[in-house]
T-cell receptor
């Protein structure tokens, strides 16, 4: 079983749609959670951290359910510029430091 | 405030040559991480370094790969005797000394290594 699992997509949605991505993680010792965005052949960019209480940043809402080991990202009123691959990322603190584990990403294509 | 810098952005090597990838962290960041992304795959952790120390190298292949972060200068990822399977994008990330919940990592633009 992969440490971080995501539906690879692609999700093809019309502009203005609401789209939700899900992610599950296997390590119950995971400490912190993030969503990153990666455009084709570019570096991942931090979209938002994910907190147990849920958090919102403009059109983006992230939720964490520690009991179910489940993370979600909701994008409202999607724009063409939201087209990218969304990476679910989990951090585990070890004796040696902190290490990010990435899901393989969910591809989003927003169309006219 | 410059972001994470990596060079070269593209590197072509023939099989058997050495590849050296450099990474300068963001100003004020003392922690460096290297990740590899193979074509059509997710990012995989390779190594985590602080100045003059390797903290976690659990993701590094046992042979041919090494990394350092000297007291002065950039972090270096070195691949000796490259093979075609080493062709990938290598990303470096940095973070400040983690305190509280500040474990966010910021990525450089990557080095695309092609082995011919």
């Amino acid at each position: 079983r992969k440490e971080v699992e995501q539906d690879p997509g692609p999700f093809n949605v019309p502009e203005g749609a609401t789209v939700a991505f899900n992610c599950t993680y296997s390590n119950s010792a995971s400490q912190s959670f993030f969503w990153y965005r990666q455009d084709c052949r570019k570096e991942p960019k931090l979209l938002m951290s994910v907190y147990s209480s849920g958090n919102e940043d403009g059109r983006f809402t992230a939720q964490l359910n520690r009991a179910s080991q489940y993370i979600s990202l909701l994008i409202r009123d999607s724009k063409l510029s939201d087209s990218a691959t969304y990476l679910c990322v989990v951090l585990v603190l070890t004796g040696g430091g902190n290490k990010l584990t990435f899901g393989t990403g969910t591809q989003l294509k927003v169309e006219l | 405030n410059a972001g994470v810098m990596q060079n070269p952005r593209h590197l072509v090597r023939r099989r058997g040559q050495e590849a050296r990838l450099r990474c300068s962290p963001m100003k004020g960041h003392s922690h460096v991480y290297w990740y590899r992304q193979l074509p059509e795959e997710g990012l995989k952790f390779m190594v985590y370094l602080q100045k003059e120390n390797i903290i976690d190298e659990s993701g590094m292949p046992k042979e041919r790969f090494s990394a350092e972060f000297p007291k002065e200068g950039p972090s270096i990822l070195r691949i000796q005797q490259v093979v075609r399977g080493d062709s990938a994008a290598y990303f470096c990330a940095s973070s400040p000394s983690p305190t509280g919940s500040s474990y966010e990592q910021y990525f450089g633009p990557g080095t695309r290594l092609t082995v011919t």
